[in-house]
C-alpha cells in the first residue's frame, strides 16, 4: 500500500467525445445524427403527433457522411439521440503514392500520411481521378477532409490561389 495516491491511466486520449447528446424534436434536416452506430447526415424528418402513450415520435430518414447509405430511425421527440463531431478541415496536397495514398500538409507544416484517394461511389471514384489528373498536371491542390467518429475522408478539392 506504498502506492497510495498515485493513479495510472490505462490510455491517453484528447478528452474529447465522438458524440454528444441532442433531444431527438431539435434535430432538422440538413444535421448530422448516429444512426446505428454510424455518422449520417439528415435527409428528412418527420414528426408524428402525440399519440395515445403520449408521446410524439420522430421518423430520420439519413445517409451514412462516409459510405453513402440510407439509413432509417425511428425516435421518441423527447429522447435524446447522438450527434456526431463532425469537422472538416484543409490540407495542402503534396504527393499521391502508386498504391492510392496520399501525402497532405497541415497548416502548421505538420504532414498527414494515412489518407487514401476516395472511393466507394461514382462521385468519390470521380473525384479520386481529378485528384489523380490535377496532380500530374503540377496544379496546387487544396485537400478538403471530413473527419467524425476516428474516420476521416477527402471529401472534396480546390486550386490554390
Given at each position: 500500500m506504498a502506492d497510495e495516491g498515485v493513479q495510472e491511466?490505462?490510455?491517453v486520449?484528447?478528452?474529447a467525445s465522438l458524440t454528444y447528446p441532442a433531444a431527438?424534436?431539435?434535430?432538422?434536416?440538413?444535421a448530422h445524427i448516429v444512426i446505428k452506430g454510424r455518422p449520417c447526415k439528415v435527409l428528412e424528418m418527420t414528426t408524428s403527433k402525440?399519440?395515445?402513450h403520449g408521446h410524439a415520435k420522430c421518423h430520420f430518414t439519413a445517409v451514412d457522411i462516409f459510405t453513402g447509405k440510407k439509413c432509417e430511425m425511428l425516435e421518441s421527440s423527447t429522447h435524446n439521440c447522438d450527434v456526431p463531431n463532425v469537422n472538416r478541415a484543409e490540407y495542402t496536397?503534396?504527393?499521391?503514392s502508386d498504391d492510392g495514398f496520399v501525402s497532405l500538409m497541415e497548416d502548421s507544416g505538420e504532414t498527414k500520411d494515412d489518407l487514401s484517394l476516395p472511393s466507394g461511389t461514382?462521385?468519390?471514384d470521380a473525384l479520386a481521378v481529378t485528384l489523380k489528373e490535377d496532380f500530374e498536371e503540377g496544379k496546387d491542390l487544396?485537400?478538403?477532409?471530413?473527419?467524425a467518429m476516428?474516420?476521416?475522408m477527402i471529401i472534396a478539392s480546390r486550386e490554390a490561389k
Open positions: 491511466f490505462e490510455n486520449e484528447s478528452g431527438a424534436g431539435s434535430i432538422r434536416k440538413g402525440t399519440g395515445k496536397l503534396l504527393d499521391i461514382e462521385d468519390l487544396i485537400i478538403t477532409v471530413l473527419s476516428n474516420q476521416e
